[in-house]
């Protein structure tokens, strides 16, 4: 399965988380989060670490290009203005004398003798101004517009960047497939170039077995023959002297005497490289 199939499973729940976002910020983390979580489902079940560690690096770089994929959806602007109220001059005591003066001069001229007449009327031109004064100071309560402010509001669109993030993994994928592809035309000739190596390698070890059994009784040539049988049964190779038993991993060289000349190397039955022993004539 390839990253691209792995982001359309989780489809649904990041497009809900997506949308939910109150910022491309936090839609950019989401995101972040997604690709951590494809990359470590997806090496799961990688073909080979070369792909892997390909893998990293392409997620590497989708990470660092988050901040620009295109999240933008639906955009509101709109204005709002404060409203700033601005008090007049003190207005309630002069409505306040105003209404008491016109009471008092309607009493008077209501109850009070004739004589008193002037006095209730010069309460009530009292009243009336003050009660004048007072609407005067009253207009001046007004309201003055505040500071307006422009503000923009920004939704974004979890379909839009998930449709851009799809296209992301599909040229992720096709690069790691190209990867894996190379990788696969490469491995005949690797293992070629192994088997070639090893075989280089046991030719050479064969040949100093053969010197030292030649010196056997001088030095340290036990030593050295056992270092290499050691060497190689640890690879699961095996060092064989000639025997009845073995005589068929031998050339043998028509002598008197029987023995080993250099030892056979087999490896599960196989004869690697065929030993040289002395036979009889």
């Not at 972040?32 to 893998?55: F, G, I, K």
């Not at 056997?216 to 049964?233: A, C, M, P, Q, V």
């Not at 023995?259 to 490896?267: D, E, W």
Request: hydrophobic content about 40%; overall charge negative.
């Amino acid at each position: 399965m390839n990253i691209r199939d792995l982001l359309e499973k989780d489809k649904e729940r990041l497009i809900t988380r997506l949308t939910n976002a109150v910022s491309p910020e936090q839609a950019a983390r989401e995101c972040e989060d997604e690709l951590s979580r494809l990359l470590l489902e997806y090496n799961e079940q990688a073909p080979s670490e070369r792909v892997s560690e390909a893998a990293y690096y392409s997620m590497q770089t989708a990470r660092a290009a988050i901040s620009l994929v295109d999240s933008t959806g639906e955009i509101r602007a709109y204005e709002r203005t404060g409203v700033t109220e601005v008090s007049g001059k003190n207005y309630v005591i002069p409505l306040a004398g105003g209404i008491g003066a016109m009471a008092a001069g309607g009493l008077v001229l209501a109850l009070a003798p004739a004589v008193l007449a002037p006095v209730g009327l010069i309460g009530l031109i009292a009243g009336f101004a003050g009660t004048f004064v007072a609407g005067v100071r009253f207009g001046g309560r007004r309201s003055a517009p505040g500071n307006r402010d422009q503000i923009f509001e920004t939704r974004v669109d979890g379909g839009k960047i998930y449709s851009n993030l799809l296209r992301m993994m599909t040229v992720i994928d096709r690069n790691l497939q190209d990867i894996h592809g190379r990788e696969q035309q490469e491995a005949p000739a690797i293992e070629m170039k192994s088997e070639k190596a090893e075989s280089e390698e046991l030719e050479l070890l064969s040949g100093i077995l053969e010197s030292a059994y030649a010196r056997r009784d001088e030095g340290d040539s036990e030593d050295t023959i056992s270092n290499i049988k050691f060497y190689l049964h640890r690879r699961g190779i095996d060092v064989v002297d000639y025997s009845a038993d073995t005589e068929r991993w031998f050339n043998k060289m028509p002598s008197k005497r029987r023995g080993t000349i250099r030892p056979a190397l087999v490896k599960d039955g196989a004869v690697l490289i065929r030993g040289i022993a002395q036979g009889g004539m």
